[in-house]
């Protein structure tokens, strides 16, 4: 489903996109750090956001009618900010990426996600091996892909076109409101 040349074209959109905000809003590169942790905690509330869209951790609720939409547009906002925190490395560093399912439930998949999402977001601090950052960019990848296939994505056209309605929406938005 996807695929480093998929993975590859959103980056470019999503760096598209940033700079856009970055132009809008005049963020000068001393504020480099700053809006790596903005992105950070924006990713993890993206990711608060689609877990009550799935309301999988409540235990004490009965069974909730996801929203397909919205579930699949909270993990596209997630996807939107893991790749504007890909930004800093080059495009050459998702070459390698393949897709491959694991079969786990999604409760499981969401937990990954979680889990990655820390060990992905210390890593961007730290100093380590290029090839133990891809691993867990990587398995964020995966992870992604999975909770998409458990949501009705099928393949990269599904992602691509969910990915593309909603970047455009993110351009009209800053638009709007930097547009005096």
Not at 7 to 16: A, F, G, I, P, T
Request: aromatic content about 12%.
């Amino acid at each position: 489903m996807l695929n480093s040349l998929l993975v590859k074209e959103l980056l470019s959109k999503q760096k598209e996109l940033d700079n856009f905000i970055i132009s809008k809003k005049k963020v000068k590169s001393s504020e480099k750090n700053k809006k790596i942790d903005l992105t950070k905690l924006a990713l993890l509330v993206e990711i608060g956001e689609f877990a009550n869209e799935l309301s999988t951790f409540k235990s004490w609720k009965k069974e909730k009618k996801i929203d397909y939409k919205k579930a699949k547009e909270e993990l596209i906002d997630c996807l939107h900010f893991f790749l504007s925190l890909c930004g800093d490395f080059s495009e050459n560093f998702f070459n390698e990426y393949k897709s491959k399912k694991r079969n786990q439930n999604i409760h499981h998949q969401f937990n990954e996600l979680l889990m990655n999402f820390f060990s992905a977001t210390f890593l961007l601090e730290k100093k380590i091996d290029e090839n133990e950052r891809k691993i867990i960019f990587y398995n964020w990848l995966t992870i992604f892909e999975e909770l998409s296939f458990e949501l009705g994505m099928k393949d990269e056209k599904d992602i691509r076109e969910i990915y593309n309605e909603k970047n455009n929406k993110n351009f009209e938005r800053i638009k709007e409101e930097w547009s005096e």
